[in-house]
């Protein structure tokens, strides 16, 4: 395997899994106070409704907060008027739903049923941060869950062997400003440089990669 192909093949490892990772988005969840929750999505419908998993996420490591206990799989059905969430406890036998419509994006109406009890209240609608995992959906498709991809590094998408395929700066032509000498010693010494040029930056962009990630 050549030296390029290698470094491009682990660039693309590095990426991905920054990508994974670094990808959040921030929901509204009726009855829900901000707690760690690790969200999922199950589909899209073709109504703009995304249907969201809910589980119990990981508090950060300086987070001392206590929270109340969240088991099992709690369903978000989240589109742009309106909300809906089902939760069951089978250890306490509990189980709640609740219907909510948005009054001008700003308030929510809800409709709560649990052990049989009916009632209704209104609740202010206030999206906060989630550990999103696994998110796949339709690009064209539009809803109130906002997914928001951190900038990830974009140099490491194009990796140069040779003077040659050197492009000038937002040109999109290659440019001959580097001298280009062609003897066989003189030629193996550039492309030896810009090898371990490239894979100096690509050693320090990985580091800071998985830095950030972990």
């Known amino acids: 395997m050549s030296f390029a192909l290698t470094l491009r093949l682990l660039s693309a490892v590095l990426l991905l899994r920054c990508v994974q990772c670094q990808l959040s988005t921030s929901l509204y969840i009726p009855g829900f106070d901000p707690q760690p929750i690790s969200a999922?999505?199950?589909?899209?419908?073709?109504?703009?409704?995304?249907?969201?998993?809910?589980?119990?996420?990981?508090?950060?490591?300086?987070?001392?907060?206590?929270?109340?206990?969240?088991?099992?799989?709690?369903?978000?059905v989240q589109g742009p008027n309106d909300a809906s969430l089902t939760y069951a406890d089978s250890r306490a036998q509990f189980t709640i739903g609740q219907i909510c419509s948005f009054s001008e994006n700003t308030?929510?109406?809800?409709?709560?049923?649990?052990?049989?009890?009916?009632?209704?209240?209104?609740?202010?609608?206030?999206?906060?941060?989630v550990q999103a995992t696994g998110l796949t959906?339709?690009?064209?498709?539009?809803?109130?869950?906002?997914?928001?991809?951190?900038?990830?590094?974009?140099?490491?998408?194009?990796?140069?062997?040779?003077?040659?395929?050197?492009?000038?700066?937002?040109?999109?032509?290659?440019?001959?400003?580097?001298?280009?000498?062609?003897?066989?010693?003189?030629?193996?010494?550039?492309?030896?440089?810009?090898r371990l040029t490239v894979a100096q930056i690509f050693i320090l962009v990985g580091l800071l990669t998985l830095s950030a990630c972990s």
């Open 137 to 194: 959906r339709d690009p064209n498709t539009t809803t109130t869950a906002s997914l928001t991809p951190t900038p990830v590094p974009s140099s490491l998408s194009s990796l140069t062997k040779s003077s040659s395929d050197i492009l000038a700066p937002g040109s999109g032509t290659h440019t001959s400003s580097l001298p280009i000498n062609t003897s066989t010693s003189d030629t193996s010494s550039q492309q030896s440089g810009i």
């Open 40 to 76: 999922s999505v199950v589909g899209v419908g073709a109504d703009g409704r995304t249907t969201w998993a809910l589980r119990k996420g990981q508090p950060d490591a300086t987070d001392t907060s206590s929270y109340p206990d969240f088991f099992g799989t709690a369903t978000l």
């Open 107 to 129: 308030l929510a109406i809800c409709t709560i049923v649990a052990q049989g009890s009916t009632a209704t209240q209104t609740d202010v609608v206030t999206h906060y941060p």
